[in-house]
């Protein structure tokens, strides 16, 4: 069964999770990236960049690295 990571976290563990996807989106912002140009750098579709600026907290730590190393 699987569970969802969003109902199995503390609700200030969520809070956590967006700031974090909110301040690589404001990064990626200030370097004049677009998003799907960061995506294919860090070998991500589109969709998972997008998942990760909002904060999503079922990504993979690995994934968050490869993002802001490609920012």
């Known amino acids: 069964m699987k569970i ?3 109902s ?3 609700p200030h563990l969520l809070d956590q ?3 974090l996807g909110r301040r690589l989106a404001r990064l990626r912002l200030a370097r004049g990236i677009k998003q799907t140009d960061a995506a294919l750098r860090a070998g991500l579709s589109r ?3 997008y998942r990760l600026e909002r904060g999503d907290p ?3 730590f690995g994934q ?3 993002y802001l190393d490609a920012i």
């Open 4 to 6: 969802s990571q969003s």
């Open 47 to 49: 969709n998972t960049a």
């Open 17 to 19: 999770a967006t700031q």
């Open 64 to 66: 968050v690295l490869r």
């Open 8 to 10: 199995a976290l503390a």
């Open 58 to 60: 079922g990504l993979a």
